[in-house]
């Protein structure tokens, strides 16, 4: 069984950056591509970007890619995001995920309980 | 970006009724759309997958069905513990796109 773990700050001040890491236990990094989504509160669920495993092929959604990096540790097997100048627009549930690629399309099969990240001074 | 809407927003139903969810695509993604079921406070669950694939452990009594820009989620006898809200994604393009989401409330 595939577990995934976000873990990182629950608070961040507005202009800081926001970093969390997403441990991925029961399964290795190898072969997969591997998504961040946020989740405003009360809100829909929102893509973010992914990166495959050897750190290749990463793509970002459009209204973040100036301020968003996601990276990946093998030997750690943990990928990270990176979401610099941060609002309180960012203030949302953050979820690590694993894509099945491959499968016809692409599905998140695999996915971290979710950290909550609040921007607030 | 390609947009999905869901429709409706919210239905209520009685235990083992027939449920329809739809969603609609703004262009063609052929059959790459995938849905989840999202509990409160919990993270979104893989339902089906390439329009119409069971993922593992999901019951039987979820389908899916569509092609082109229309797409259908049926829950063909509804249980109490389906009440949770249900998301659609398109995995055609990035950016990956969902769907606002259909909140379903089991009566």
């Known amino acids: 069984q595939v577990l995934l773990q976000e873990s990182g700050p629950g608070l961040v001040k507005p202009s800081e950056t926001l970093s969390l890491t997403c441990t991925v236990s029961?399964?290795?990094?190898?072969?997969?591509?591997w998504s961040w989504i946020r989740q405003p509160p009360g809100k829909g669920l929102e893509w973010i970007g992914h990166?495959?495993?050897?750190?290749?092929?990463?793509s970002y959604d459009p209204s973040l890619r100036s301020r968003v990096s996601i990276s990946v540790d093998t030997s750690k097997n943990q990928f990270s995001l990176r979401l610099t100048s941060v609002s309180a627009a960012d203030t949302a549930v953050y979820y690590c995920?694993?894509?099945?690629?491959?499968?016809?399309?692409?599905?998140?099969?695999?996915w971290g309980q979710g950290t909550l990240v609040t921007v607030s001074s | 970006d390609i947009q999905m809407t869901q429709s409706p927003s919210s239905l209520s139903a009685p235990v083992g009724d027939r449920v329809t969810i739809s969603c609609r695509a703004s262009?063609?993604?052929?059959?790459?759309l995938n849905w989840y079921q999202q509990k409160p406070g919990k993270a979104p669950k893989l339902l089906i997958y390439?329009?119409?694939t069971l993922h593992s452990g999901v019951p039987s009594r979820f389908s899916g069905s569509g092609s082109g820009a229309d797409f259908t989620l049926i829950i063909s006898s509804l249980q109490p513990e389906d009440s949770a809200t249900y998301y659609c994604?398109?995995?055609?393009?990035?950016?990956?796109?969902f769907g606002q989401g259909t909140k379903v409330e089991v009566q």
């Open positions: 995920a694993r894509v099945l690629y491959g499968s016809g399309s692409s599905p998140f099969d695999y």
């Open positions: 029961g399964g290795s990094l190898t072969g997969y591509y």
């Open positions: 990166i495959y495993y050897n750190s290749e092929f990463a």
């Open positions: 262009q063609t993604i052929r059959n790459f």
């Open positions: 390439a329009t119409s």
């Open positions: 994604q398109q995995s055609h393009t990035t950016p990956r796109t």
